[in-house]
């Protein structure tokens, strides 16, 4: 077992450099666990589902892994899994009669073993999926629950795209995700599509927002900047000890206009319209004209119930 293991270990590490395919760790993983079906899955955190990297479960088992896996109460108890594996032998009976992966997928398969193992960045960050099934009932060695767990980080570093040689598909619509390592001059990590210009360096004006509001309040949380007249969606979550952030382009509330959603932003800061003026490098009276259309469109009555609407969509002005 431990030279099949130190096999799959040198395929994983090959696949994660890019110079052996994916398909070489599934096929290193054979000579560790005696399997029937197999799947390697990366997550992908803008689409929230997994990506089949390599497998060889039917198309209905990949859909099943791709698309609803991580809502499964199986899968939440394979989470809770100290080392992140779990033996189909352990999940608790009242777990496998609600779970559609097993009742509507595996169990038509014939499957009666096997495992299921997340997969953690060296930062803490989860990055994908390992299964693997067996239409044989038996008890594996306990050796081979050690030994799997060994081969976590290696498995990981397949599946991170963060180290993996292989890009993730770049999403549509202007979606991009950042890393934020530790440390303010820190450059962000694209995980996914290519980040904004507002997003691409240590001292871009969205990356020092993304640091404020994860300074400033419980995460995860999602705010909406106005950014180069259009406005963004940012979530922002910690994994470990790095932040993690999707953008997104999202539709202007109200019929409010760039501009208007400019001063807006403002208002939640409590600021005159000078101050905004000076801001945003316009005259006062254009500011007071905006005012009057925010306080319109919106139906509210004073710059004040303007301001407590905005911080309610969680509207916050750009650094």
């Known amino acids: 077992m431990l030279g099949a293991a130190m096999d799959l270990r040198r395929a994983a590490r090959q696949a994660a450099r890019g110079t052996a ?14 399997h029937d079906f197999a799947s390697l899955a990366q997550w992908d955190p803008l689409r929230r589902r997994h990506l089949t990297l390599a497998g060889t479960y039917p198309k209905t088992a990949t859909a099943y892994i791709e698309n609803r896996l991580h809502d499964d109460p199986a899968f939440a108890a394979v989470r809770r899994s100290p080392d992140g594996v779990r033996w189909w032998r352990d ?33 803490g960050r989860y990055v994908g999926v390992l ?20 081969l ?31 440390g303010r001059t820190a450059e962000p990590v694209p995980v996914s599509g290519p980040p904004l210009p507002g997003l691409a360096s240590a001292d871009a004006p969205l990356v020092r927002l993304v640091r404020q509001v994860a300074a400033g309040r419980p995460l995860p949380a999602t705010v909406l900047v106005p950014y180069q007249r259009r406005l963004l969606e940012l979530r922002v979550a910690r994994q470990g000890p790095a932040l993690h952030t999707v953008c997104r382009p999202v539709a202007r509330p109200a019929a409010l ?36 259309h925010i306080l319109a469109k919106l139906g509210v009555p004073n710059r004040a119930a303007a301001a407590g609407r905005a911080a309610a969509w969680g509207l916050e002005p750009a650094p």
Do not use: K, W
Not at 93 to 121: D, K, M, N, T
Not at 131 to 150: C, D, K, Q
Not at 153 to 170: K, M, N, Y
């Open 21 to 34: 395919g994916t398909d070489a760790v599934l096929t290193a993983l054979s000579e560790v666990i005696d």
């Open 91 to 123: 999940v608790p009976v009242p777990e496998r009669r609600v779970s559609p992966g097993i009742q509507e997928v595996l169990g038509p398969l014939g499957v009666r073993g096997g495992l299921a193992q997340c997969l953690f960045a060296a930062d």
């Open 131 to 150: 299964n693997v099934s067996t239409t044989r009932a038996h008890r594996e060695p306990e050796a081979l629950r050690a030994v799997m767990a060994l």
């Open 152 to 182: 976590g980080e290696a498995l990981g570093a397949v599946a991170d795209p963060l180290t993996a040689a292989r890009p993730s598909g770049a999403p549509e619509g202007g979606v991009c995700a950042v890393v934020l390592p530790p």
């Open 257 to 292: 206009s760039a501009r208007e959603l400019d001063v807006l932003a403002e208002l939640t800061r409590g600021r005159t319209n000078r101050e905004i003026a000076d801001r945003l490098c316009v005259g006062v009276r254009t500011v007071a004209t905006h005012v009057e």
